[in-house]
């Protein structure tokens, strides 16, 4: 008979959270987890039965990449009935990737899946990593009146807030609450004690087991506009060997420079049937194509509006999609619908 407490798994990736100060080098590496443990006395108290993986050896979270995706994902699928939620320990650096590509894998998710970190090692005097992993741990335990998870998706723990994973990005280097929602409120408040928004939480419209995608297509990539960008540039970005999807970063509201050889170059992409997605390079705020001439002849050309996307969600979403193996035209249609609360349509 399975015991009342909380079954949880943490996955150790790496990240601050577990490194330490190299006595040569003064330079931050990944250690173990046995480390970070020792570090956190506390766990005891929650009373949990807490059961632990590890990358080996973990990595900087600037090293993250697909393949790592996959190892999580198939961490959490191959221990999905065992546990009551999953704890990810990650760097900061690509956390908002990782949480957005997870959210896309991780179909039917109905269990909680937290990523969190730090900015401070968890042996340090002052570090942020302590509370973050203690919360994190509280969050994945945490069940309705009726003894459902609380959170049924991928989020991101950090400082003061639970927020959605692929709603999520990285705004301080510095700063503990490293992370923000710019464009969804918070899954959560962090206070004296943990205080959930219930409404902005995802819940799955269809109850179905769990089925994970681990193939994400790599022939994507990003252009970030900027004024003088010519159209030499452009055009040996666009035309790059191999490449399928573009998530295109453009002013304001989804502007861009309103000259002839743009859009030429950016149509001439899209008939070869490279799908462009426009994101906005503003942190608040989304895509509205029809508002201006310049995002409106982007639109005629072809391009399809990303609304209020992160790029962490839109790259991440279009690598998914292609690894689904669908053609353009399928990708270009799914690409604007919501999946798991991506996007607000």
């Known amino acids: ?53 590890q990358f080996d050896p973990p990595i900087d979270s600037s090293d993250m990449n697909p393949s790592h995706w996959q190892e999580i994902a198939r961490c959490v699928e191959k ?3 065992s546990y009551d939620g999953f704890v990810i320990l990650h760097g900061t650096d690509t956390m908002a990737y990782t949480a957005s590509a997870l959210s896309f894998m991780l179909e039917n998710l109905s269990k909680p899946v937290i990523i969190t970190g730090s900015q401070l090692p968890i042996g340090e005097v002052r570090t942020d990593g302590e509370e973050n992993l203690i919360t994190a741990l509280q969050i994945a335990a945490a069940t309705t009146r009726t003894g459902a998870p609380m959170v049924q998706e991928v989020a991101i723990l ?19 609450n490293a992370f923000k929602s710019n464009n969804y409120p918070s899954l959560a408040k962090i206070g004296l004690g943990v205080h959930f928004n219930t409404d902005a939480l995802w819940r799955s419209p269809a109850r ?16 970030d506009l900027y004024p003088g960008i010519s159209e030499k540039i452009l055009r040996y970005q666009l035309s790059a ?9 453009t002013y304001g509201a989804g502007n861009a420079p309103t000259a002839q050889w743009f859009t030429d170059a950016i149509r ?13 390079q503003c942190v608040n705020g989304g895509v509205h194509d029809k ?16 609304h209020d996307m992160t790029s962490e ?10 690894g689904l193996d669908m053609p353009p035209e399928e990708v270009r249609k799914h690409i604007g619908y919501s999946l798991c609360g991506e996007i607000t349509v």
């Open 79 to 81: 221990n999905y009935s």
């Open 268 to 280: 001439e992409a899209v008939d070869r049937g490279v799908v462009i997605l426009n994101v906005t």
């Open 291 to 306: 508002r201006y001439y310049s995002g409106n002849r982007l639109a005629e050309a072809g391009v399809v509006s990303g």
């Open 208 to 223: 179905r087991p769990l089925s994970v995608k681990y193939n994400m297509d790599e022939s994507v990539t990003v252009i």
């Open 158 to 176: 950090f400082e003061n807030y639970l927020w959605r994973g692929n709603r999520s990005t990285k705004m301080s280097a510095d700063n503990f």
């Open 1 to 53: 008979m399975k015991s009342a407490k909380p079954h949880i798994l943490i996955i150790y990736t790496g990240g601050t959270i577990g490194m330490i100060e190299d006595a040569a080098t003064h330079s931050l590496r990944p250690f173990d987890f046995n480390h970070l443990i020792d570090n956190v006395p506390k766990i005891k108290m929650l009373d949990y039965c807490i059961d632990h993986v």
């Open 313 to 322: 969600a839109a790259i991440t979403k279009m690598m998914f999609l292609f």
């Open 241 to 249: 060997p191999g490449i399928k999807g573009i998530v295109l970063k």
